[in-house]
């Protein structure tokens, strides 16, 4: 079901069972487009006012919140959940089973591996030295293992890995990588213990 209000921009190709709500816009062209064509997988559901970019690769049983924006030449696995008003930017690699829960913000060069979990409120960061001459040449996004877990308001600071399994700590400033396995919490992020399943 496409909503009378959305607009679907030519290039777009949409799967089975996609719904598209009110006053979203899919595949909104981007500065130095190329024809980029923009594909979401079957049983979609894109809640109201959500933008998503040309160029974005979407896997099925994908699943936004009202008014997410995912810009362009993303790559999103299957059953990938973005939450309200969460913002991905473009040139990001989102696995298969990722929930991102709402007022996420996701940099450049950012990769989310399967089954991650990112929760409300997460701020990666990708930029070390903001406003240098260098700094669009040096951006590096996080890179969070399978099955990891960030807590609700952590904030990652550019190029860290969080490792497999992990989870980091509701409110943590993750400044160096966390190894996999174990719990961190902290500003800056410390090891606590490790997990036991």
Request: net charge neutral; with cysteine; proline share 6%.
């Amino acid at each position: 079901m496409i909503a009378p209000s959305a607009i679907i921009h030519p290039g777009v190709r949409l799967g089975a069972d996609v719904t598209v709500e009110d006053f979203c816009i899919i595949g909104a062209p981007f500065r130095g487009q190329a024809g980029e064509e923009t594909v979401i997988g079957d049983g979609a559901v894109i809640r109201s006012h959500t933008v998503i970019y040309a160029g974005n690769v979407i896997g099925a049983g994908f699943q936004t919140g009202n008014k997410a924006n995912i810009r362009e030449l993303n790559r999103i696995g299957d059953d990938v959940s973005v939450g309200t008003l969460t913002v991905i930017e473009h040139h990001v690699t989102i696995g298969s089973g990722v929930r991102i829960h709402s007022q996420v913000f996701i940099p450049e060069f950012t990769e989310l591996m399967d089954e991650c979990w990112i929760g409300p409120n997460v701020v990666i960061t990708n930029a070390r030295y903001p406003k240098s001459p260098e700094a669009k040449q040096n951006l590096r996004g996080a890179v969070i293992e399978p099955n990891a877990k960030i807590g609700a308001n952590c904030t990652l600071l550019p190029g860290v890995r969080v490792g497999a399994g992990s989870l980091v700590g509701a409110g943590s400033v993750v400044t160096k990588d966390v190894a996999p396995g174990i719990i961190a919490a902290g500003n800056p992020a410390r090891r606590i213990k490790n997990i036991f399943y």
